[in-house]
């Protein structure tokens, strides 16, 4: 079969850079491995990355357009601003799964579900095509342009394209919900106590005790005094030393982010394994643990698990250009920005039960050249694979971000083919004519 656009890997990258380069008139095809779009916005996890720190909105476009679909089902309230994450968009994660399949019906992206990646065909140095395994049948399928948003960067590592990897990764996590949790009962416990809301020494920001004022709407840090009390009993031995836990739209219900699993390769198939089987452990000790420690859990039971092993980080793909930490000396936009990044500085160092913060004053840009390889042609990039250093990974890698990638590579990509010419060829300054007339922030 023949594609103008296909897209690997159905996450916060990939529906949204479909679903552009379908809108610019493309013959697009969307192919995950899994049964269900959405990536890891479908764990429960908050999209952060709406608004920069300085309180500015910098994020809109499909991002955007995907909130709202699922205000409109009731799935989300509004942006909160928070004091540690800038923003929080928190929404019913189940709905976001069906809006992501909702979105692709509608534009008319034809999808490849079940559909691992065997191969990645290149011709004369230009990614040309793929096969997939789906339900024991071999496909193949070619393309104009390859995107890939899978994450890993499965799709340029097989296209052969040049990556980087650090030497130490930052660990992952296993995140699942828990329902019927007593919420007034947690916010009467922070205020009787409010040191438990104390962040690491690590974090530049702290938590006061007014971002719970709403009863709704927040990520809560804390806990560590009943975390020191089960870890002398042996009854916690996670690598983490403060409970996270974000409220979602529905009373009781919360996303809880703690579990960790250090020295994992999540492009390294024994390492996924080990992954899977400790994250898996450790939900089942966390949540003993907050049921027979924490205030407001006593009568909460586990309600939904991510669909896997959540890695933080892995390949990036090596770009016609690449966004370093120096961007940060200036809070540079530059000229080619094709998103906003407005997020901080968040690393979860590989062998600390810590966790670094450091605040970003505003949002910086990133270049369109990051979403396009360096060595292979007719081959993009969408998702935290992008082109950026192991440092401002750290800044780069959330949600809301990835989702404006995914539409800039994707309207990039529809530019591209309409022109017949590789991506690093697209006119920068009409690439974002578009974007903003598309509802994005640029500036
Ligand atoms: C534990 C954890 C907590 C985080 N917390 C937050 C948070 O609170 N807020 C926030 O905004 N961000 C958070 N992040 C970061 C953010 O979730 C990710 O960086 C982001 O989801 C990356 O988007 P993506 O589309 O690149 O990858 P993913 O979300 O991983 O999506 C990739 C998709 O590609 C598919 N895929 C992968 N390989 C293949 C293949 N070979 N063939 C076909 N399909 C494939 C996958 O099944 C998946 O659907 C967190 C990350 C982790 C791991």
């Not at 552009?20 to 890891?40: I, Q």
């Not at 009390?229 to 703690?258: C, H, Q, W």
């Not at 092993?309 to 920005?337: H, M, Q, W, Y």
Request: hydrophobic share 40%.
């Amino acid at each position: 079969m023949k594609y103008d656009v296909i897209v690997v890997g159905g996450g916060p990258g990939g529906v949204p850079a479909a679903v552009a380069a379908r809108r610019m008139g493309m013959k697009t095809l969307l192919v995950e491995r899994s049964a269900v779009l959405g990536g890891l916005a479908i764990s429960g996890l908050p999209i952060l990355g709406f608004i920069d720190h300085s309180g500015r909105r910098v994020l809109g476009g499909i991002a955007e357009e995907l909130m709202q679909r699922l205000k409109k089902v009731g799935a989300f309230r509004e942006h909160v601003r928070c004091p540690v994450h800038n923003s929080l968009a928190l929404y019913n994660h189940n709905w976001m799964r069906i809006e992501c399949f909702e979105l692709c019906r509608e534009t008319g992206v034809d999808l490849a579900l079940y559909s691992d990646l065997m191969s990645v065909k290149t011709d004369n140095g230009r990614a040309a095509g793929i096969t997939t395994l789906c339900r024991g049948e071999i496909r193949e399928y070619e393309t104009k342009i390859l995107i890939d948003a899978t994450g890993d960067g499965t799709a340029a590592y097989m296209a052969g394209a040049k990556y980087q990897k650090a030497a130490s990764l930052q660990p992952g996590s296993l995140t699942f919900t828990m329902g019927h949790v007593d919420i007034p009962e947690v916010l009467a416990y922070m205020k009787a106590h409010p040191e438990t809301i104390e962040v690491t020494k690590d974090y530049d920001v702290r938590q006061n005790l007014s971002q719970f004022d709403k009863g709704w709407g927040f990520t809560f840090i804390g806990f560590s005094e009943f975390i020191e009390e089960a870890r002398k009993k042996g009854e916690y031995t996670i690598p983490r030393d403060r409970i996270v836990f974000s409220t979602l739209p529905d009373e009781g219900e919360v996303m809880v982010n703690v579990t960790r699993v250090t020295d994992v390769d999540t492009s390294v198939a024994d390492d996924v394994i080990r992954a899977e089987t400790e994250s898996h452990r450790q939900v089942k000790e966390l949540v003993l643990f907050l049921k027979n420690y924490c205030p407001g859990f006593e009568k909460s039971y586990l309600s939904s698990l991510s669909y896997g092993f959540g890695a933080r980080e892995s390949r990036r793909i090596e770009g016609v250009k690449t966004l370093t930490v120096k961007a940060l000396e200036n809070l540079d936009v530059p000229e080619d920005t094709i998103v906003l990044a407005g997020y901080n500085m968040d690393i979860h160092p590989a062998n600390t039960a810590q966790h670094f913060m450091q605040p970003v004053e505003r949002a910086i840009g990133i270049p369109y050249g990051c979403l396009v390889s360096s060595s292979v042609g007719g081959l993009m990039m969408a998702g935290r694979d992008i082109s950026v250093d192991e440092h401002i990974f750290g800044l780069t890698r959330i949600m809301g971000t990835c989702m404006g990638e995914g539409e800039a590579a994707g309207t990039a990509a529809g530019l591209a083919v309409a022109e017949g010419i590789e991506p690093a060829q697209v006119d920068v300054v009409r690439l974002r004519e578009i974007l903003r007339k598309n509802g994005c922030i640029l500036e």
